[in-house]
């Protein structure tokens, strides 16, 4: 599936958010010599055309209310209602597809911190970028003035270079 078949999807992920600027970031973000790679879905079922190669790729939740999130390590964060951007690597068996479809699962064993965002999530869309490197995307997204870090050492345990994988966009 190339960027310019995706564009339908890109819309139902826009239609699901509150505000469908979030869709402009991650385009603006596709824009490069990469864009033929870009890939969106809505939900799991789209997420089964996903590659099964290796790369990153961006979660967009849309918390509806706010939430506190069991997760003692990183104190128990209280997450405020609005739109977050996780972004993760799949590098193991069934790549990006494998990751991205048990993001979009609703019965699943919370094994990752984002596993608690997800599942308290009134939408999903993800954004899949075969071959890129989650933390040149957290560099890339951090340029855009709406977007900042949300916890500390969320998703980025073990990352030296970035402080959390989970962004907060505020417009």
């Known amino acids: 599936m190339s960027k310019h078949t995706a564009y339908p999807e890109l819309k139902r992920v826009a239609s699901a958010m509150p505000d ?3 869709i402009a970031i991650l385009d603006r ?16 079922t789209q997420a089964l055309d996903l590659p099964s190669i290796g790369g990153a790729y961006i979660v967009a939740i849309w918390l509806d209310q706010p939430q506190k ?14 739109v977050y951007l996780y972004v993760g690597s799949a ?7 494998a990751r991205v479809t048990r993001h979009f699962r609703t019965k699943k064993i919370v094994h990752w911190h984002i596993d608690h965002m997800t599942k308290a999530a009134a939408a ?15 560099s890339r997204l951090a340029l855009d003035g709406s977007i ?14 970035c402080s959390s994988h989970l962004l907060f966009w505020s417009p």
């Open 124 to 138: 999903l869309g993800a954004c899949a970028l075969p071959g890129a490197k989650e933390c040149e995307i957290v």
């Open 20 to 22: 469908p600027q979030i």
């Open 29 to 44: 973000l596709t824009s490069d010599d990469k864009a033929d790679r870009a890939m969106f879905c809505a939900d799991r």
């Open 148 to 161: 900042c870090p949300a916890v500390k050492g969320f998703g980025s345990s073990d990352c030296r270079n």
């Open 91 to 97: 590098c193991g068996p069934g790549g990006i597809r």
């Open 69 to 82: 999130l069991p997760i003692s390590r990183l104190g128990n964060p209280e997450m405020p209602a609005g």
